[in-house]
Structures are given as structure tokens and as C-alpha cells.
């Protein structure tokens, strides 16, 4: 059930691993398999690489989740690095959390190049989760130009008042 | 002799702040004298008598130098950083507050309702002198007129989120000789670009005389459950210690003395959130790939994990603040 009446697409920025969830992106595309195009992809050499800083600028820049993706455990095409991207997910998840954001926003999906559908479903489930709980539009927790622009114009105008000389 | 130089004009303000800053300008100890000797302090609340009136009337750049320390979360603090960034020609933001939050911005966990509800309430720190609970207004109506106080914010900002600030000094507080670098290098005139934090651009680690081998971590120890051994690396031996992602500067005070580096110098240049860094390096030498295992050593050895890694710069951070409800976020 919609929670707005509104029509809300969620914005949703993934980061995949050139070498495994990349080619299963790319399968899904050849074997035009359809799923939600509510993903924007920005392809790494390797989910390793992805500093929790890019997951935070998405985040702070208005989308409304983030999906990491990389190959399998065992199989990373660097060795071992997606345990990196395993580990760095972890500790996002427990800051997120106390900031008070939803731990399904961030979502981590190993993927091996074969899984283009399984990826297609993967992201279908995350676009949905994410419908449900809103958008975030995190730029807006610390919007507060309201009150606090006519509080500051009202300062230059209570200087002058305590400057005046008392009748 | 020769003539004496017109001495310029110098202003310390103090927004959110502890006051350490205050103190820290005078442990340059003599130093001090030098700095009588070359500005008169137009401005300084903390020390000096002065009135807004006067800065207000000042011509604007008619300060040579203000050292601004403090978080900017009420509207006067607001109103004073743009009146100082009007008034003087070189702004710098002092001290880790001004930079990138400190401990105030730490009230980003929370909001205005929240703090007051703990501050005023009846079970609150100012119980026996407010027994009926009254909240702060910006608005007091008394016979004589009306009282102002200014509006408290839900979120701290730093300086340079509030005005344009020409250069930092991190640190909190600066270390001495680093002020006194600092003021030195703006009289002399030999300053980085404009927008520059005055200070190195490596890690605390590169000052830290302890020995480092391959960092494996099978747990996190908190300060109190451990006595470290003094030679070797605080971090190898499990210690939470922010030196790996915190500008040097400090000479590496802390760790000299068993502590783990908390981060006051803040981020190097060109880290966008100091707190993204930490984690990285972190979960680089965590020594696990069991998602179990790992779930444990974080939850287990970082209870806290925003007070671990944005002690200092959780307002300067990307998300700057704990998530606010819609209803709380109307623009208010």
C-alpha cells in the first residue's frame, strides 16, 4: 500500500564491481530482462574500492538508498578484497543506524556475472522495500532557514531598539 | 629605533564553544607580549570589555584578524559570524569547533525539544531554580520593554557552513606553538591559498613513535580494559586509535602517554567526511570474513560508533546530523 498519494520513485545509486555484478548488470541489459530503472550504476574496479564516503555523498545528496554489489565471497577477482567492502558495509551499517537511518536503504548483494536475473530481482525487492519506507531526503534534516532567517533579521533590529536611549 | 608599525586590529570571538580556545591563545605565554605589541584587541568578550555596538560600527575589513572559535547554533552566533566575517579582512576558524563541530556538534544527535526537555525539565540540572519548568523564549514581555534571547537551533553548524572563512587552525585546542606558527605566518604575510587549514597534511602516525607491524584485529578493547604495552602501535593491540585518519600536528601527544589518538586535529585536506575514512581504515585491518564475526567485533568493541568516529566532526560530516522526523523538518 502506497504510504503517499503521491507517485514516489526512489533515486537509488549502486556502486558494482567491474567484474562480477557489473557483467550481471550487463546480462540482465542483453537478455532484456525487465526490472525497476530506479538504479543509477556507477561501476568500481572492485566493491573494495568503495569507500564508505561515496555511500554518505549519495546519501547527503539526496538518494533515497544505496546498493553495493560485488562478486561472491572466494571469488573476488582481486582475491579478497570484497571482504573489504563486507567489513566497510558493516560498520556503515551500525553508524546508520544510530543516525537514525533505516538499515534497508543500504543494501550489500553479492552477484557473480551468471546472475543477471538474480540481480534484476535483487534490485526490484530493494525499489520496493524503499517505496514503502519514503523518501528520505536527508538534505532536509538540517534545513531550518524558517524561523531562523527571521530570528537573524530580527537581531539587527533589537540592537538598535537597546541602543536607543531610554525616554 | 625604528618607527613603530601601525598596529593592526585583532578580535577573538567565542560561539559554541567550551572556552579552551580562550586559554589556549595565552599559552603562548610571552608570546603574548609580542602579540600586544603588533594588534590592538578591538574585540575579545572573553577578556576584554567591548561592545557589538562598536564592531557593528567598525568600517567593513576594519579588523585585521579575527580569531573565530565556536559552533554556530543559535542566531546570535549566527549574526555575529557575519558581522566578524564583514568586519574583517582575514577570518580564521579556531580550534576544532569552528572547523568542524567538536563536542557541541555532537548535539546533532538530538534536536532544540530534546535538549530543553533535559536541561529545563523538572528532574533536569536546573530543577531547584526552575520548578515550574519554563523554557526558554525568544520573546519575554516585562514592563520595561521586551527581552530577546535568540533562537537555539535544532542543528550546530561549523563556520564555514555559516560564512566564508579565509583559514583554519585545528586542534582542540590548537596546540601553542601551532597558534603562534599561525600568527607569526599572517604577520609575516606567508600564508597557503585562502581557504587552507594552517597546519601539516599527514597523520598523526607519522609523529607517533610507536612500532608498527601488520595490523590483524580480532577485537576492539576499550581504554579502560586494557594497560597497553608502551612500544608498539595502539591500534595493533586493539585500541580505537583515530590516528590513522586525523591530521598531525600534535606531535602525537596522546599516544605518547598510552592514550589513543580521539581525532581533535581533525580530517586532512581533502577528506570530505573524517568519520568515512575511520571506517575504511578500520574495517581494512578488522581480521575477519565471516559476517558473523565481523557483526560482533564492531557492535561488541565500538558500542558507540558516532561518538567513536565523529567525536569531533559529526557537523562537518556528509549527513551532519542524526535523521529529524518529517514533522520536525518543516523548514522550522
Known amino acids: ?167 | 629605533m625604528t618607527q613603530a608599525k601601525a598596529k593592526g586590529k585583532l578580535a577573538l570571538y567565542w560561539a559554541a564553544s567550551c572556552g579552551g580556545c580562550e586559554i589556549a591563545v595565552l599559552g603562548i605565554d610571552a608570546k603574548i607580549l609580542d602579540v600586544a605589541e603588533a594588534f590592538n584587541i578591538v574585540f575579545w568578550p572573553c577578556a576584554t570589555d567591548g561592545k557589538v555596538r562598536d564592531v557593528e560600527q567598525l568600517p567593513d575589513g576594519g579588523i585585521d584578524l579575527c580569531l573565530f572559535n565556536g559552533g554556530i547554533r543559535t542566531s546570535e552566533q549566527e549574526y555575529m559570524a557575519q558581522l566578524l566575517r564583514r568586519k574583517s579582512r582575514l577570518l580564521v576558524a579556531f580550534g576544532s569547533c569552528a572547523q568542524e563541530g567538536c563536542i557541541p556538534g555532537l548535539a546533532n544527535l538530538s534536536n532544540r525539544q530534546e535538549v530543553f526537555d533535559t536541561v529545563y525539565r523538572a528532574a533536569g540540572p536546573t530543577f531547584a531554580e526552575n520548578p515550574a519548568e519554563v523554557r526558554p523564549q525568544q520573546h519575554t514581555e516585562v514592563p520595561e520593554g521586551t527581552l530577546h534571547l535568540p533562537m537555539f537551533y535544532d542543528t550546530l553548524r561549523t563556520l564555514d557552513q555559516t560564512v566564508e572563512v579565509d583559514y583554519c587552525l585545528p586542534g582542540c585546542p590548537p596546540e601553542a606553538e601551532n597558534i603562534w606558527a599561525a600568527i607569526v605566518a599572517i604577520l609575516e604575510g606567508k600564508l597557503p591559498p585562502r581557504g587552507a587549514v594552517l597546519g601539516l597534511n599527514t597523520t598523526v602516525c607519522d609523529e607517533c613513535p610507536r612500532k608498527r607491524n601488520e595490523k590483524k584485529i580480532k577485537k576492539f578493547y576499550r581504554t579502560w580494559q586494557v594497560i597497553p604495552d608502551a612500544e608498539t602501535c595502539l591500534l595493533e593491540q586493539g585500541l580505537l586509535c583515530c590516528g590513522i585518519a586525523t591530521r598531525a600536528g600534535c606531535k602525537a601527544l596522546c599516544p605518547q602517554v598510552n592514550s589513543p589518538c580521539i581525532g581533535c586535529h581533525g580530517a586532512n585536506d581533502a577528506v570530505q567526511d573524517y568519520g568515512a575514512r575511520l571506517m575504511s581504515a578500520l574495517a581494512s585491518v578488522i581480521d575477519s570474513e565471516d559476517p558473523q564475526e565481523i557483526g560482533q567485533i564492531i557492535a561488541e568493541g565500538i558500542p558507540d560508533p558516532v561518538g567513536s568516529f565523529y567525536r569531533f566532526s559529526l557537523a562537518k560530516s556528509l549527513l551532519r546530523r542524526s535523521k529529524r522526523e518529517p514533522t520536525q523538518r518543516n523548514g522550522a
Not at chain 1, 68 to 79: A, F, I, S, W
Open chain 1, 1 to 167: 500500500m502506497p504510504m503517499t498519494t503521491e507517485n514516489f520513485e526512489p533515486k537509488i545509486i549502486a556502486f558494482m564491481c567491474n567484474w562480477c555484478s557489473y557483467r550481471a548488470a550487463d546480462l540482465a541489459g542483453t537478455a532484456r530482462i525487465k526490472y525497476a530503472p530506479n538504479v543509477r550504476i556507477i561501476r568500481v574496479m572492485c566493491s573494495g574500492r568503495i569507500d564508505p564516503t561515496f555511500v554518505l555523498a549519495a546519501l547527503a545528496q539526496g538518494a533515497d538508498g544505496v546498493m553495493l554489489t560485488g562478486c561472491h565471497p572466494g571469488e573476488c577477482h582481486y582475491v579478497n578484497q570484497n571482504y573489504k567492502a563486507l567489513r566497510r558495509y558493516a560498520m556503515l551499517q551500525h553508524t546508520l543506524q544510530q543516525l537514525g537511518l533505516e538499515p534497508e536503504r543500504l543494501r550489500l548483494i553479492w552477484a557473480s556475472a551468471a546472475e543477471g536475473q538474480q540481480l534484476a530481482e535483487a534490485v526490484d525487492r530493494l525499489v520496493e522495500d524503499i517505496r514503502r519506507l519514503g523518501p528520505l531526503r536527508w538534505p532536509a534534516n538540517w534545513q531550518e532557514d524558517g524561523q531562523r532567517l527571521k530570528a537573524l533579521a530580527a537581531i539587527e533590529k533589537e540592537h538598535a531598539e537597546a541602543s536607543e536611549v531610554p525616554r
